[in-house]
């Protein structure tokens, strides 16, 4: 029989692509095409930082609205419309008023019960059609600063199959749409209301870069945007259809190829279908875009808009301001979820219940370090934490600073290690365990989540740990229960400790003698039949001031066994002494 030869260790033969060829999926690729790319070699935005926030607008009471299964009802509207007052929203796309009654009245109540800031401008969307053009501006009477937003499609398959018209038919609903606003402007508004106006191209992203120029400029030849007369150019990802990488070559090249780019506000309005939106916007800012169009949470259309919470909070935790109020992130969400009747995922970025929260072992692990270091770096520069950078592990931004407590940052299960159930006994129990010692709790821990699953949640790891270490007069168990305890030192430095206890049931007086109160007490303890050795011993206090307590731990070698103990009291002799019983008792049980 031949021997197996022995391979060296790393030797064996590697996993490796050949050993795992894909394989044809067998979907209908052939019905779809590669999206086309901008030649533009020299572009620039890959080298450009964002150093400051775009102009943001809220269109959650629009394109978020019209996509919910049940539309906003009035009350929502408010409630919505006030909080991105609230947050620092200072353009806000409030509807689509000539689509019937209930955003009609929506604008007029919010006009007429002065729900505007001074400083806020309200915007509203319509077709390129004299009748809902009329009524759109209509609903307007009275606003202090207003914008009228008109949109048509302007893609291949758009002119095709919804309009049946030429590209020139198509520009020209564009521009006819731009002389109807400027006129039903001049004879419903007056001077009162600062004006303003927006155009899109409908669905950007499948239009051709040219013919997309050629109908701003169309529009731009109307409106006429010159100093303190901007003009909205809003180039939509009505659907999102290729890399941001892609998106932003658009933006380059119609922000340089547009005539009085001065005077135009160059905005993207992307939408989600291919999980980049927010990528795409990004991309767009350093593109050349100076304004962002989104819903909060990334609701509407389809997929959704742009998440503007995400947006904002990707600057803020970049240390740019978003010059959005997001501190009160859960505020936020509850707001949005009672308007929209939607939930926010979990995981949603910045927002969701579990986004700062580890249950695995070496995250918490890392967490806890990261905390700790924050705190010594924050002593050692004479500050507080708050006061320097931030920089715990997996944590991109402090939870703090939208209004999340520490509390849910480590949660532990099955997968939890020692640094999580020691974040949790030092965060919420100031017990601040020496290392070995949490790898021995951790173990306790660890059997209970194999045995039963689910999570341990913080009370019930601190109801295991006081019934493992913490005797008391609610849970007596154990060998001995301590009563008092007095030490002599004689002038020669030798301890004689003299302890009262119950011991087995029966009140015993126990003395011993050492060069210190712990080894007094072993000595002590010898006289009942005990065999205590001390490995180790680490004390800390837990808190300030004169009623301060302490937390004393000690290891000890108790007839052949690796234990540790722990005691708390004001006095650290007794606390010294109290660990000793807690190892001693826990070594008997
Ligand atoms: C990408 C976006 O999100 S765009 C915004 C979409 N949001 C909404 O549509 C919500 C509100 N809309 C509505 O309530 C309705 O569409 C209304 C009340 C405004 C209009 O309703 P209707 O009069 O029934 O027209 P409908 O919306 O079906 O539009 C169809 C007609 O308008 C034309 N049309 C569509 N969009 C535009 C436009 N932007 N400019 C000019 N004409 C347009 C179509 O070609 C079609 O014309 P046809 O009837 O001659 O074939
Ligand atoms: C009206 C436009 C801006 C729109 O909502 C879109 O194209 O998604």
């Known amino acids: 029989m031949s ?3 022995a391979q060296p260790v790393g030797r064996r033969t590697p996993l490796t692509t050949a050993t795992h060829t894909q394989k044809p999926s067998g979907m209908p690729i052939h019905k779809y095409g590669a999206y086309e790319a901008v030649d533009l070699p020299d572009r620039t935005w890959p080298d450009r930082r964002i150093t400051k926030a775009p102009r943001w607008l809220s269109t959650d009471l629009r394109d978020g609205n019209q996509a919910l299964i049940d539309p906003m009802s009035p009350a ?3 409630a919505m419309f006030d909080l991105l007052v609230r947050m620092g929203y200072k353009e806000i796309e409030v509807g689509f008023p000539s689509s019937g009654e209930t955003d009609f009245a929506f604008v007029r109540s919010i006009i007429e019960e002065g729900a505007i800031p001074e400083d806020v401008t309200i915007s ?3 077709q390129a059609r004299e009748d809902l053009i009329e009524r759109t501006v209509e609903s307007l009477r009275g606003a202090h600063r207003a914008t009228v937003h008109l949109y048509n499609a302007t893609a291949p398959v758009f002119r095709r199959v919804v309009f049946r018209g030429s590209k020139d038919d198509i520009r020209q609903i564009a521009v006819d ?6 006129e039903y402007a001049d004879k419903v508004l007056g001077d009162d209301t600062v004006f303003g106006y927006q155009y899109s191209p409908e669905i950007f992203t499948d239009t051709e870069l040219d013919f997309a120029l050629e109908v701003c400029e169309g529009v731009m030849d109307v409106w006429q945007p010159e100093e303190g007369r901007e003009i909205i150019l809003n ?17 380059e090249w119609m922000s340089r190829n547009l005539s009085r780019r001065e005077f135009v506000c160059l905005s993207a309005h992307p939408h989600n279908d291919r999980g980049t939106a927010v990528a795409a916007a990004e991309l767009a800012v350093m593109a050349g875009a100076d304004r962002i169009e989104g819903c909060l949470f990334g609701q509407g259309e389809r997929t959704g808009n742009v998440d503007l919470v995400t947006l904002g909070m990707n600057l803020f935790s970049q240390g740019v301001d978003p010059q959005i109020d997001f501190s009160q992130i859960d505020e936020i969400r509850r707001t949005s979820e009672y308007c929209n009747q939607m939930e926010v995922h979990p995981r949603h970025p910045y927002a969701g219940d579990l986004v700062y929260t580890a249950f695995s072992g070496s995250h918490q692990d ?3 370090k990261g905390f700790d270091a924050m705190e010594a770096d924050a002593a050692a520069a004479g500050r507080t934490v708050d006061e320097i950078e931030w920089a715990v592990p997996y944590l991109p931004i402090d939870p703090k600073d939208v209004g999340r407590s520490y509390e849910a940052v480590i949660r532990v299960n099955s997968q939890s290690g020692k640094g999580g159930i020691a974040y949790v006994l030092k965060n919420d129990h100031k017990l601040d365990l020496p290392r070995r010692m949490q790898i021995e709790f951790s173990r306790i821990i660890q059997a209970k989540t194999d045995a039963e699953g689910g999570e341990v949640t913080p009370a019930d790891i601190w109801a295991v740990f006081q019934d493992e270490y913490l005797p008391n007069p609610d849970n007596p168990w154990g060998r001995i229960q301590l009563r008092s305890g007095q030490t002599i030192t004689d002038k020669d430095g030798t301890d004689t400790l003299t302890v009262e206890a119950v011991v087995d049931g029966a009140d015993t007086v126990l003395t011993g003698s050492g060069n210190g109160p712990i080894s007094a007490f072993f000595d002590a303890l010898n006289t009942v039949g005990v065999d205590v050795r001390l490995l180790d011993y680490q004390e800390h206090t837990m808190s300030e001031g004169a009623s301060a307590q302490a937390a004393s731990y000690i290891e000890c070698a108790i007839d052949g066994k690796v234990l540790w103990g722990i005691g708390i009291d004001a006095n650290t002799t007794r606390a010294s002494l109290k660990a000793v019983i807690s190892a001693v008792n826990r070594s008997a049980r």
């Open 366 to 368: 890392a967490i806890k």
């Open 235 to 251: 180039l939509p990802a009505t659907v999102e259809r290729s890399t941001p990488s892609t998106h932003a070559d658009r933006f």
């Open 124 to 126: 509203v969307l319509t």
């Open 3 to 5: 021997q197996p030869t």
């Open 76 to 78: 929502r509207k408010r």
């Open 177 to 182: 749409g731009t002389r109807l606003v400027m």
